[in-house]
């Protein structure tokens, strides 16, 4: 039968009343960037992220890009971050001028490992941004420790993690400022592209939202420059309407990464890692595996969803070839690049479809 690695169209007939409607609504509002819609959603995922301030932007992309534009950040500083993350994590780094300074991950949780921090901050370096990858956070304590101890900002990237917990914290609660996406296939997905930075510093929040717009204020009258990160009002209506299921969303997608894990052999196949002091949403669902180009080209085979995040680290992409880093540079990054691989975990999956891909993939590694 197949089973795709995301079914929007599963989640939409669950929601389509609601979402006609919110789309109605802005419709007949004929107010279609920024205003009501967009202040009532950043008030909602402020309250849900624990923040004082939620700054609705353009897409996950944009709001790392502002975030280190509010944090000053340009040429001649240096940024540290992972290599093993999308792009735009390293990406804005380089479009505000800085140098993305990259250390290695854990290999368990795939996220940056707090043990090579220190050894990689000089006099330049401004800012440390730990990625939350596939829907699980960082070790935040020592990475703030650190960034306490040397001045630092802390951006968090949780793109993929709207809703994840480190020790009873969400993402956003902890560090300097915080970057969510909205893209369709995140947890929290709207119909384009779309994200927000929240954060808890009044100071910053207000900058935030001066660059968004430009850098104006009042209107035509610019203080600063900055960019057109605005958010669309239909965007907000319709993530207003899905951050009401979040949690349900999320609690989904932990009840079928366990079903994996109850029904897969964790010998042949590496599963997540889920940190004991965590709450993991399982943006995705990675595992591990030696010999997973084959494996990959058996799902295919058989029609089971699948996606490879992500086959080249950072350090090695050529757009970066000018940082110096070499091949075995980055050694956890390099070995987890050849070796993990996406399975469906979206919400709406029926038993019968994880039974299918678990099927699949057992007889592709035997």
Request: hydrophobic share 45%; with cysteine; net charge negative.
């Amino acid at each position: 039968m197949g089973v795709p690695l995301l079914d929007l169209k599963a989640q939409y007939a669950t929601l389509r009343n609601e979402l006609n409607e919110a789309l109605l609504r802005v419709a007949e509002s004929q107010h279609f960037i920024l205003g009501p819609e967009v202040e009532a959603l950043e008030r909602e995922v402020a309250e849900y992220s624990r923040c004082k301030h939620g700054i609705g932007v353009s897409s996950g992309t944009d709001a790392i890009l502002v975030a280190l534009m509010a944090l000053g950040i340009g040429p001649g500083d240096e940024v540290i971050t992972t290599p093993f993350t999308f792009f735009a994590t390293g990406g804005c780094v380089s479009r505000v001028g800085a140098k993305p300074v990259f250390v290695d991950i854990e290999p368990q949780t795939f996220n940056i490992d707090p043990a090579l921090i220190e050894a990689a901050i000089t006099p330049r370096t401004k800012a440390i941004i730990p990625v939350h990858l596939y829907g699980q956070m960082a070790d935040m304590d020592p990475i703030m420790d650190i960034a306490k101890r040397h001045h630092l900002a802390v951006i968090e990237d949780a793109a993929q993690a709207i809703g994840a917990e480190y020790k009873g914290k969400r993402a956003g609660e902890i560090g300097t400022v915080c970057c969510f996406s909205f893209f369709p296939s995140k947890n929290l997905g709207g119909f384009g592209d779309g994200g927000m930075v929240v954060t808890n510093d009044d100071a910053l929040g207000a900058k935030l939202r001066l660059l968004r717009t430009h850098g104006m204020q009042p209107k035509y009258y610019y203080k600063q420059i900055g960019g057109n990160f605005r958010l669309d009002a239909i965007q907000a209506a319709v993530l207003r309407v899905k951050l009401k299921h979040l949690d349900a969303w999320s609690e989904a997608r932990q009840r079928n990464a366990a079903w994996y894990r109850a029904h897969l052999p964790n010998t042949s196949i590496g599963l997540p890692v889920e940190a004991p002091d965590r709450r993991h949403i399982y943006n995705q669902f990675m595992i591990r595996i030696a010999q997973r180009d084959q494996v990959a080209a058996a799902l295919k085979q058989a029609g089971i969803g699948h996606e490879i995040y992500y086959p080249v680290p950072l350090h090695l992409q050529e757009c970066f070839a000018d940082l110096g880093y070499k091949p075995g540079s980055m050694p956890v990054s390099e070995s987890a690049a050849l070796e993990v691989l996406a399975l469906p975990i979206y919400p709406e999956l029926t038993e019968a479809q994880l039974a299918e891909v678990a099927t699949v993939l057992k007889s592709a590694v035997l």
